[in-house]
């Protein structure tokens, strides 16, 4: 079973910068494919990004594609999403999710067998 803990969600205005970071813990991180995905009120969740193994594969949903990075420190256990260029249609509670396999899809949240607890992102107008 892998642990999941998400920290850096907070309040920023339109425009601003937040950097998420999700710390694991219970697997070799280099093993996992890490992947981040949000939910708004009244929204079902849907992805954000995802990153594979080695680093060398990324996918992005099409709205956070050129204002958001999904990279991973192996190292350190740590996979980041730095978040650009703000909207408020980015508020939402963020989750980190982890797969000890290689994705197919990577944006499948069915694809996903562990997930943290989640951090509010609100970006006010």
């Known amino acids: 079973q892998v642990q999941l803990e998400e920290s850096g969600g907070g309040l920023v205005q339109a425009g601003g910068s937040l950097r998420l970071s999700c710390a694991a813990s219970?697997?070799?991180?280099?093993?996992?494919?890490m992947g981040w995905f949000r939910q708004a009120p009244g929204r079902e969740r849907e992805f954000v990004a995802a990153?594979?193994?080695?680093?060398?594969?990324?996918r992005y949903e099409d709205s956070v594609k050129g204002r958001f990075i999904i990279s991973r420190d192996n190292a350190k256990n740590t996979v980041y999403l730095q978040m650009n260029s703000l909207k408020p249609e980015d508020t939402a509670v963020y989750y980190c999710?982890?797969?000890?396999?290689?994705?197919?899809?990577?944006?499948?949240?069915?694809?996903?067998?562990?997930w943290g607890q989640g951090t509010q992102v609100t970006v006010s107008s």
């Open positions: 219970g697997r070799t991180f280099s093993s996992l494919s």
């Open positions: 999710a982890a797969a000890e396999w290689v994705l197919a899809t990577m944006s499948a949240s069915s694809e996903y067998g562990s």
């Open positions: 990153i594979g193994r080695n680093s060398g594969r990324t």
